[in-house]
T-cell receptor, first 114, second 112 residues
C-alpha cells in the first residue's frame, strides 16, 4: 500500500492566491522529505529538502519566499505556493527517504493557476 | 549525483519482447542507483535499485546491471506486458539520505 499521501490531488486556483499542499508519511516517521516539481513530459526537478524541526534547504534557483515549506511533525510536510501565477502550474510531488536511501514518492498534486 | 544521461527517450516493443534502458552517470561518488516507473498522472514508483557493491540484481521480470568502471547502469525488462507501458526514470545518489539526480526518462510502449 501507499506509504506517502498527498492532499489535494488536484487544485485549480486564481492567480495571486496561495495554495497549500500536504505530504504525509503513512508508515514511518520521516525526518527528511523531498519536494519535486515536474513539467509535462519532463523529468523530476528537486525543489527543496524538508527537515523536521528546522528550515528547509532549497535548491539553486528556487525562491524560498515563493515556495514555503514547513515540516512541523515527523509525519507531515507542507508546501505552500504563495501568490501563485500561471507559470507555477505544475505537478508537485513529495518523497520520503528511508535510512537505506530509498525514496518513496507520493501520488502528486496537479496545480493549475488560472 | 551530478548528471545522469538516459537513453533511449522512447522505446516501443512488442508484447513478450525484452526492453533495455541505459543510463550513464558522472559522479564517481555515487553508490545508489534506483529505477522508477511513472504512470500518467501518478507519482513515480520505485521498482528496483542497486548499490555499488553489487553488479547485478534481479526481481522476477526486472533486472538491473551496474558497471562502476564505465559508470553505466541498465534496466532490463523481460517478457514485456502492456501494463509495463509507462515512463521509466533512472537516478543516482551518493547515499546517506542525499538527494537523487534523475535521468531524463524513457517512454516505454508495449504493443500488442
Amino acid at each position: 500500500g501507499a506509504v506517502v499521501s498527498q492532499h489535494p490531488s488536484r487544485v485549480i486556483c486564481k492567480s495571486g492566491t496561495s495554495v497549500k499542499i500536504e505530504c504525509r508519511s503513512l508508515d514511518f516517521q520521516a525526518t527528511t522529505m523531498f519536494w519535486y516539481r515536474q513539467f509535462p513530459k519532463k523529468s523530476l526537478m528537486l525543489m527543496a529538502t524538508s527537515n523536521e524541526g528546522s528550515k528547509a534547504t532549497y535548491e539553486q534557483g528556487v525562491e524560498k519566499d515563493k515556495f514555503l515549506i514547513n515540516h512541523a511533525s515527523l509525519t507531515l510536510s507542507t508546501l505552500t505556493v504563495t501568490s501563485a501565477h500561471p507559470e507555477d502550474s505544475s505537478f508537485y510531488i513529495c518523497a520520503r527517504v528511508t535510512s537505506y536511501n530509498e525514496q518513496f514518492f507520493g501520488p502528486g498534486t496537479r496545480l493549475t493557476v488560472l | 549525483g551530478e548528471n545522469v544521461e538516459q537513453h533511449p527517450s522512447t522505446l516501443s516493443v512488442q508484447e513478450g519482447d525484452s526492453a533495455v534502458i541505459k543510463c550513464t552517470y558522472s559522479d564517481s561518488a555515487s553508490n545508489y542507483f534506483p529505477w522508477y516507473k511513472q504512470e500518467l498522472g501518478k507519482g513515480p514508483q520505485l521498482i528496483i535499485d542497486i548499490r555499488s557493491n553489487v553488479g547485478e540484481k534481479k526481481d522476477q521480470r526486472i533486472a538491473v546491471t551496474l558497471n562502476k568502471t564505465a559508470k553505466h547502469f541498465s534496466l532490463h525488462i523481460t517478457e514485456t506486458q502492456p501494463e509495463d507501458s509507462a515512463v521509466y526514470f533512472c537516478a543516482d545518489s551518493r547515499g546517506g539520505g542525499n538527494k537523487l539526480t534523475f535521468g531524463t526518462g524513457t517512454q516505454l510502449k508495449v504493443e500488442l
